[in-house]
């Protein structure tokens, strides 16, 4: 059993950054593959990016590339996701995900967070 809460979101202006944070409960927390998706109003839930149990396979979608960053301190039981030179398209609402097993870009995952309002304004 997992417990993820996110926390980061914020207001910034194009062209920012921001940090989110996950903090997981759980026993198991380096077993898991770690995951964020985003979804804005009245769209679908998206995949924004995942990374294995140890952090070293990591995997982006097409428009986050090059500018998004997730990494995990597995000590800590915490993944998070630096994002640079947001856009106002990166307005949503961000989620944390686990999943036991390899890291998969669905919504295949076991475990998810309340999520963390990112808004970008132009």
């Known amino acids: 059993q997992v417990q993820l809460v996110e926390s980061g979101g914020g207001l910034v202006q194009a062209g920012g950054s921001l940090r989110l944070s996950c903090a997981a409960s759980?026993?198991?927390?380096?077993?898991?593959?770690m995951a964020w998706f985003r979804q804005a109003p009245g769209k679908e839930r998206e995949f924004v990016a995942a990374?294995?149990?140890?952090?070293?396979?990591?995997y982006y979608a097409d428009s986050m590339k090059g500018r998004f960053t997730i990494s995990r301190d597995n000590v800590k039981n915490t993944v998070y996701l630096q994002m640079n030179s947001l856009k106002p398209e990166d307005t949503a609402v961000y989620y944390c995900?686990?999943?036991?097993?390899?890291?998969?870009?669905?919504?295949?995952?076991?475990?998810w967070g309340q999520g963390t309002q990112v808004t970008v304004s132009s």
């Open positions: 995900a686990a999943r036991m097993r390899s890291i998969v870009i669905t919504n295949a995952y076991d475990y």
């Open positions: 759980g026993r198991t927390f380096s077993r898991y593959a």
């Open positions: 990374a294995g149990s140890s952090g070293g396979s990591t």
